[in-house]
C-alpha cells in the first residue's frame, strides 16, 4: 500500500525567509505520480505541480522549487524569499499507474504560518 | 472559463438523515473524485467517477454512494448519517482519469448534528 508522510505539521516563519517542507512517500510501483497542492483558508486545493517517477529534475517556478530524490523516496518543496499570502496548507500526494486512475493519496499536510 | 461548482457550500443535518452533495467538473473534464478532510483523518479519496463510471472507489462503507450523469456532473449521497460524517467533501475536476492535474471546488461543509 502506498502512504505520505509529512513530518512537519506547522511551520513559522518571519517574511522573507525560505521555508522548505519535507515530503516522505512509500510505494512498491516503478511508476507513479507526485503531487503538492496548496490548501488557503477558503478550503479548495490549488494545484502546484506534478511529476512522474521517471523525472527526477529539480523544477522552479517563480519563488517555489521542489526537489526530487527516488534514493530517499522524498519529494521536497522549498518557498524562497516567503509572503504573507503563502500561508496555508500544503499537502503533498501520490498517485500510482493509470490503473488507480486519479485517485490521491494525501500526507497529512503542513501548515505555513508567514508573519509579517 | 469556470472553476469546480460545488453545491451546497454548507449544510447542517440530523444523524440518521440522508444528504445528497452536488459537484459540477470544469468544461471538457469528464473525470471527477470526491474526497473527505476531517481533522483526524486528513484528506481521503472517496471514490472516481468518469465517463459515468464509477472508476475507483476508497475504504469507506456503502453508505456513501455517488454517480455522474452524461454531462460528467456528479453527485455523493450519504445515506443514514452519523456524527463522523462531519467533515469538509471536495470534488476534483480532471480532464482524464490518467493521473492528471485534479482542480478542486471549494468543498461542501456538512455537519451532522
Known amino acids: 500500500a502506498q502512504k505520505v508522510t509529512q513530518a512537519q505539521t506547522e511551520i513559522s516563519v518571519v517574511e522573507k525567509e525560505d521555508v522548505t517542507l519535507d515530503c516522505v512517500y512509500e510505494?512498491?510501483?516503478?511508476?507513479?505520480?507526485l503531487f503538492w497542492y496548496k490548501q488557503p483558508p477558503s478550503g479548495e486545493l490549488v494545484f502546484l505541480i506534478r511529476?512522474?517517477?521517471?523525472?527526477?529534475q529539480n523544477e522552479i517556478s517563480g519563488r517555489y522549487s521542489w526537489n526530487f530524490q527516488k534514493s530517499t523516496s522524498s519529494f521536497n518543496f522549498t518557498i524562497t524569499a516567503s509572503q504573507v499570502v503563502d500561508s496555508a496548507v500544503y499537502f503533498c500526494?501520490?498517485?500510482?499507474?493509470?490503473?488507480?486512475?486519479?485517485?490521491?493519496?494525501f500526507g497529512g499536510g503542513t501548515r505555513v504560518l508567514v508573519k509579517p | 472559463k469556470a472553476g469546480v461548482t460545488q453545491t451546497p457550500r454548507y449544510l447542517i443535518k440530523t444523524r440518521g438523515q440522508q444528504v445528497t452533495l452536488s459537484c459540477s467538473p470544469i468544461?471538457?473534464?469528464?473525470?471527477v473524485s470526491w474526497y473527505q478532510q476531517t481533522p483526524g483523518q486528513g484528506l481521503q479519496f472517496l471514490f472516481e467517477?468518469?465517463?459515468?463510471?464509477?472508476?475507483n472507489k476508497g475504504n469507506f462503507p456503502g453508505r456513501f454512494s455517488g454517480r455522474q450523469f452524461s454531462n460528467s456532473r456528479s453527485e455523493m449521497n450519504v445515506s443514514t448519517l452519523e456524527l463522523g460524517d462531519s467533515a469538509l467533501y471536495l470534488c476534483?475536476?480532471?480532464?482524464?482519469?490518467?493521473?492528471?492535474?485534479?482542480?478542486f471546488g471549494q468543498g461542501t461543509r456538512l455537519t451532522v448534528v
Open positions: 467517477y468518469f465517463s459515468e463510471t464509477q472508476r
Open positions: 500526494a501520490l498517485s500510482l499507474n493509470k490503473a488507480a486512475g486519479n485517485k490521491l493519496t
Open positions: 476534483a475536476s480532471s480532464f482524464n482519469s490518467a493521473n492528471t492535474e485534479a482542480f
Open positions: 510505494t512498491r510501483d516503478t511508476t507513479y505520480y
Open positions: 468544461s471538457g473534464h469528464r473525470s
Open positions: 511529476r512522474n517517477s521517471f523525472d527526477e
